[in-house]
């Protein structure tokens, strides 16, 4: 059973920082793709960042580039997403993704990919930035 555990939402007042981390466990984590997506209320869900476990490439919505950063930590099977200089716009519920093994692709990971691929998904981190 796979299992996508999201943690480190908060309040932050804009400007501010946090640090998302999502353990991934009973999942084909290796050469394989993931990534953090995001939905404010009445809006759609969007894609934040991704990462292809493999290599580490890094694919970010032009949104978030220059203050977020995805990385990995392949020993322990978890995915960051840092996020610093925060603005109120960022204010969304946070989820983390797993593209299903079966889809991964070969060396790289998009947020393009993993939109029009099937997913696993996390339960979802709150955050919060005021102005």
């Known amino acids: 059973q796979v299992q996508l555990v999201e943690s480190g939402g908060g309040s932050v007042q804009a400007g501010g920082s946090l640090r998302l981390s999502c353990v991934a466990s009973?999942?084909?984590?290796?050469?394989?793709?993931m990534g953090w997506f995001r939905q404010a209320p009445g809006k759609e869900r969007e894609g934040v960042a991704s990462?292809?476990?493999?290599?580490?490439?890094?694919n970010y919505a032009d949104s978030v580039k220059g203050r977020f950063t995805i990385s990995q930590d392949n020993a322990a099977n978890t995915v960051y997403l840092q996020m610093n200089s925060l603005k109120p716009e960022d204010t969304a519920m946070y989820y983390c993704?797993?593209?299903?093994?079966?889809?991964?692709?070969?060396?790289?990971?998009?947020?393009?990919?993993?939109?029009?691929?099937?997913?696993?998904w996390g339960q979802g981190t709150q955050v919060t930035v005021s102005s």
């Open positions: 993704a797993a593209i299903l093994p079966e889809y991964r692709p070969s060396d790289s990971c998009t947020l393009t990919t993993m939109r029009q691929s099937p997913n696993y």
């Open positions: 990462i292809y476990t493999g290599g580490g490439s890094t």
């Open positions: 009973g999942y084909t984590y290796s050469n394989n793709c």
